[in-house]
């Protein structure tokens, strides 16, 4: 049955964009090569190093999140080398396939979808293969709902020759990531998802370490437009090597302006406030987390076999408007995915806990109206 409703975007990417971000893609398009698009340029990569909290260079790509973790393969590991890649969810997959295409050995440190890596683990993993040249982890694995302890494996890894890649592309912008103290050489991160701006930008953080390695390739990457080198040259006269997307900059320099108005550690709290909330909702609706330790920006939930998920998600989406992700893997038709950063506010989470628990109810649920809100309103009280 259709209705009327406006829609609303809690999917963990892409995530709704301001308006003011908008604006800016429909304005007249202007040339790139100008002083006007190098001061753009400019502010931009100072207000993604606030948002990443890194003095790094950052290299801006055109493309998805895949093709930062893909610069971070090539440009870090020569063919033949040995990596190890934190094995647990989609995302994590695809740090291992990279590796793969490029004839780079990955080691697997593999736990359970839901589980969190042990720091302790990844050094013995480290002891016995020394010849380990980057370790590769997931911020928050975006099919698991897992935030991991990146801090603690950063100051693992950091004691080694080994470079740390960061997968923070749905993390980053949302929830804490301090880049340069957490010791990662390589940040991957995408526009589409807590920095509120829509697909098509992605960014490579380099640490000194990291270009110390890729200066010391004697072979060149096994890729032209993924070469970090010809970024990190363009990016001293604030420009990039070949044509940037300007209207797409332009957009997000505007969603980075709002996360800093607000300060970077402000937006955390606010974030982590909300995943609270909304994890309280589902131990009260009788539903499971998922995650073993869970990351802010996002929340999978369990669902019950009774419950028909995939009924669940268009009836969201077709009566309420509210359009949410379902899960992958083996956890697809069984568990639901709730984005809680960026521009996704109290009042959505509110309404989409309160939509839920009615189809819930109507498929059949055992459930008080109200309790999944009553406890999510205690916990936005504390
Ligand atoms: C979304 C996402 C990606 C993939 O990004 P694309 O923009 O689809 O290429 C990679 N890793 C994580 C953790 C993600 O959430």
Same mark, same amino acid.
């Given at each position: ?7 609303r975007l ?13 604006? +800016?893609l429909?304005?007249?398009l =202007?040339?790139?090569?100008t ?9 931009? +990569? ?7 909290c890194?003095k790094?260079? /950052? ?6 999140g ?7 393969v090539?440009n ?8 190890? &890649? ?28 839901? =589980?969190?890596f042990?720091p ?5 993993y ?11 982890a ?11 302890d ?5 100051r &693992?890894?950091a ?36 920095? $509120?701006?829509? *697909? ?18 004697? &072979?060149p ?10 970024y990190?040259?363009?990016a ?7 044509? *940037?997307?300007?209207?797409?900059v332009?957009?997000?320099?505007? @969603?980075?302006?709002?996360?800093n ?7 955390? =709290?606010?974030t982590? =406030?909300?995943?609270?909330? &909304? ?5 009260? $609706? ?7 330790? *869970?990351?802010?920006v996002?929340?999978?939930?369990? $669902?019950?076999? @009774?419950?028909d ?22 956890l697809k038709g069984?568990?639901?995915r709730?984005?809680?950063?960026? +521009? ?5 989470? /509110?309404g ?5 628990e ?5 498929q ?11 406890? +999510?309103?205690?916990?936005?009280l504390?």
């Amino acid at each position: 049955m259709k209705s009327l409703h406006h829609d609303r975007l809690m999917t963990p990417g892409p995530t709704p964009v301001p308006e003011a971000a908008r604006l +800016m893609l429909a304005r007249d398009l =202007r040339h790139h090569r100008t002083t006007e698009f190098r001061e753009i340029f400019r502010q931009t +990569m100072e207000g993604l190093k606030k948002v990443f909290c890194t003095k790094n260079e /950052i290299a801006l790509l055109c493309g998805s999140g895949t093709s930062a973790m893909e610069a971070c393969v090539v440009n870090a590991v020569p063919r033949g080398g040995k990596a190890l &890649v934190l094995y647990s969810g989609k995302f994590a997959e695809r740090w291992a396939k990279l590796c793969e295409r490029f004839g780079i050995f990955p080691i697997l440190y593999e736990v359970p979808w839901g =589980r969190a890596f042990d720091p302790a683990v990844v050094r013995d993993y480290l002891e016995r293969n020394p010849d380990i040249q980057a370790v590769y982890a997931t911020l928050s694995e975006t099919s698991t709902g897992v935030g991991h302890d990146i801090a603690g494996i950063g100051r &693992v890894v950091a004691e080694t020759d080994a470079l740390f890649v960061v997968d923070g592309i749905s993390g980053v912008g949302g929830m804490e990531c301090r880049t340069d103290d957490w010791q990662i050489d390589l940040l991957a991160v995408g526009s589409q998802k807590a920095l $509120m701006t829509p *697909p098509g930008l992605a960014f490579v953080a380099v640490s000194d370490k990291a270009w110390k390695k890729r200066d010391a390739m004697t &072979v060149p990457p096994p890729a032209f437009y993924l070469d970090l080198q010809a970024y990190r040259k363009s990016a001293q006269t604030n420009d990039t090597p070949y044509t *940037p997307p300007r209207s797409l900059v332009a957009a997000l320099l505007e @969603s980075l302006n709002l996360l800093n108005e607000i300060g970077i550690e402000e937006v955390w =709290r606010q974030t982590s =406030r909300l995943a609270r909330a &909304v994890r309280a909702a589902v131990t009260a $609706m009788g539903l499971t987390l998922f995650a073993e330790r *869970p990351c802010d920006v996002l929340t999978l939930i369990q $669902m019950p076999e @009774s419950i028909d998920v995939k009924r669940l998600l268009s009836d969201l989406e077709t009566r309420f408007g509210v359009k949410i992700a379902g899960a992958q893997g083996d956890l697809k038709g069984k568990a639901i995915r709730i984005a809680h950063m960026g +521009m996704i506010d109290e009042l959505d989470l /509110i309404g989409c806990v309160a939509a839920l628990e009615q189809l819930l109810i109507e498929q059949g649920w055992e459930l008080t109206p109200g309790a999944g809100l009553t406890a +999510m309103q205690r916990e936005l009280l504390r």
